[in-house]
T-cell receptor
């Protein structure tokens, strides 16, 4: 079954430092991968996606993600963290349900805390 | 556009009562999704619709849950009877289609069943 794993419940980083939020995937075939962000008391917001093409994908708010096929990873990165980046981050993968239709399967989420 | 609208934002009810959650998707979006988020189980897809037709309801936990989409601008998720284990945040999301794979989430309804 297609799935993603986010090995860290929380990531702490100081403002101005680079940040990485990790995600690994398990799929058969070519992976379609996504990152979403959830701010407190809000719904999830789309950040970026990888479907095909360049392994480095750029998204909203200065975030980027690197697709690594050999390591089956899709880590989210930002060169310089902001306090306002503090939120819950979800990795997701396109999966095929038992009914034969596609859907997104989300990871368990990683809380990013950026300290001033 | 106002985005995906959900109501109510908070619902507190007693076990055994019927609960109805409502969602208005973004105009022009053909897909509508219902998710449930809990600490224990994370974010789970319950059901989704395409052009008002239910496509995949394999995530609906049991017969106490039902969802409808009578038209392109309105959907409901009903729980009858409700149980304490149904306490969660329920999100509605809409999408223009699988071509973009982007889903737009509403603010959620926090349901507490006592």
């Amino acid at each position: 079954a297609q799935s993603v794993a986010q090995p860290e419940d929380q990531v702490n980083v100081a403002e101005g430092n680079p940040l990485t939020v990790k995600c690994t995937y398990s799929v058969s075939g070519n992976p379609y991968l996504f990152w979403y962000v959830q701010y407190p008391n809000r719904g999830l917001q789309f950040l970026l996606k990888y479907i095909t093409g360049d392994n480095l994908v750029k998204g909203s708010y200065g975030f980027e993600a690197e697709f690594n096929k050999s390591q089956t990873s899709f880590h989210l990165k930002k060169p310089s963290a902001l306090v306002s980046d503090s939120a819950l981050y979800f990795c997701a993968v396109r999966a095929w349900g038992n009914t034969g239709f596609q859907k997104l399967v989300f990871g368990t989420g990683t809380r990013l805390l950026v300290s001033p | 556009d106002a985005g995906v609208i959900q109501s109510p934002r908070h619902e507190v009810t007693e076990m055994g009562q019927e609960v109805t959650l409502r969602c208005k998707p973004i105009s022009g979006h053909d897909y509508l999704f219902w998710y449930r988020q809990t600490m224990m189980r994370g974010l789970e897809l319950l059901i989704y619709f395409n052009n008002n037709v239910p496509i995949d309801d394999s995530g609906m936990p049991e017969d106490r849950f039902s969802a409808k989409m009578p038209n392109a601008s309105f959907s409901t998720l009903k729980i009858q009877p409700s149980e304490p284990r149904d306490s969660a945040v329920y999100f509605c999301a809409s999408s223009p289609g699988w071509g973009s794979y982007e889903q737009y989430f509403g603010p959620g309804t926090r349901l507490t069943v006592t």
